[in-house]
């Protein structure tokens, strides 16, 4: 992983070059100040205050250059990406003001995954200096945990399946001296039966499991995550077609969240208890693969019809989730790429929010616009229950029609979810179709820091 450490640091007036930012509508004003050299530059150039583009100005000596900034009016993390990809080797500090949020963009903007390229790009550090030097900590944190859902989501499936993803996470419980403890097996089978009857086709070597960490102080609130970790999803006997395989060695996105900010939360030694909760699977074909048709047994007691063998998140989501309100904790959140409905709904973007609590959902909209991490939150819409109806079971997984996908889906967790438990789902897509600046095109935090935030508000203070 990248290590963000030496990309930036307390600016202490060290030599650096300096860094103007210039908006659009500012732009004229702004270059009638600089000298000719300049202006013939920005000129050549054809620099305009763009947001994203960048130019680099001369100096009085070849070694005095300093860089303007194009910027968007409402800034955000993104402002200094782009050139920070890009701008030679050497420190940089604000001509006027502080980073702010936009250092997040400065670290990631340098993150690369080349774990499968013989010859990594080799690019030399830009590093920020900033004089806000209390949250430098903070930024790193961040950038370190979104760059772990980048790199596991980014990973081929065959070098990540459920026992590489348990290993993920207890490197995480290691670090903090978090408890750390996997159920596999007839373990498995007997307390999470429907997290079991989705995995058991895979290979032994990918075999299904239920990774747990716990950590902090029991006296503390105990807040209970929850992710989605199918490492490969074939569909099962319900096959994708060769289209809808292409990306799914992402289906564990929502686990990577998960781990991602349970190592945010331990690293801020935040007052909590946490318990972090990941089925981890591969749904495969095989002679023993469970079947349309077939009819599970949950962790809770519900017995699940099975409608098609592809809509194989929720059911391990709802084993884990049963488990989670077991223990009654303070709040609950769940990260899954669960339905192809909320990209066509919402795209890429923006993750699907459902919440059974009105402030948990006020405050995760509010940390969401705070932090330029959007989310879009759908209704739990319970009319819609009579489309999870099942003839000869409890519930189906799976309805027909192809109406509010999404929706029924969240209604299908709702079912394991205690009513008396705050609770919230985030349907997210962990990937990025189209690069942007300090956005590479590939696996991708999406929800992960406006979760972060709700959580520092709310425990914090």
Known sequence: MTDFTSLITADRGQPARSLS???????AEWLNRQPPRARAAVEAARFEGKADTFVILPGETAEEWSVAIGVDP??????LAAAAAKLPEGSYRLADGVPGDAA??????QHRFDRYRESPELLGPRVLLTSEPARIEQMLRLAHATALVRDLVDTGAGDLGPAELAAAAKAVADKHGARFSVVQGDA????????????RAASKARSPRLIEIEWGNPAHPRIALVGKGVCFDSGGLDIKPAAGMLLMKKDMG?????IALAGLIMDAR???HLHLLVPAVENAISADAFRPGDILKSRK???VEIGNTDAEGRLILGDALARACELQPALLLDFATLTGAARVALGPDLPALFANDEALAAELAEAATQVSDPVWRLPLWQPYNEMLKSDVADINNAPGGGFAGTITAALFLERFVESSVPWAHFDTF?????????????GDALGLRAAWEMLQRRFAG
């Not at 409402?74 to 402002?79: F, I, Q, R, S, V």
């Not at 929502?254 to 998960?258: C, D, N, P, V, W």
């Open 430 to 442: 962990a990937w990025r179709p189209t690069a942007k600046p300090g956005r590479p095109k590939g």
């Open 301 to 303: 007691g519900l017995h």
């Open 254 to 258: 929502g686990a990577a969240h998960a």
């Open 188 to 199: 498995l089978l007997e307390a999470y039966p429907m997290v079991h009857a989705v995995g």
């Open 74 to 79: 409402a800034g955000g993390p993104w402002t």
């Open 21 to 27: 930012l210039v908006g659009k509508a500012d732009f």
């Open 104 to 109: 997040l963009g400065w670290l990631l903007a």
């Open 270 to 272: 935040l007052p909590v």
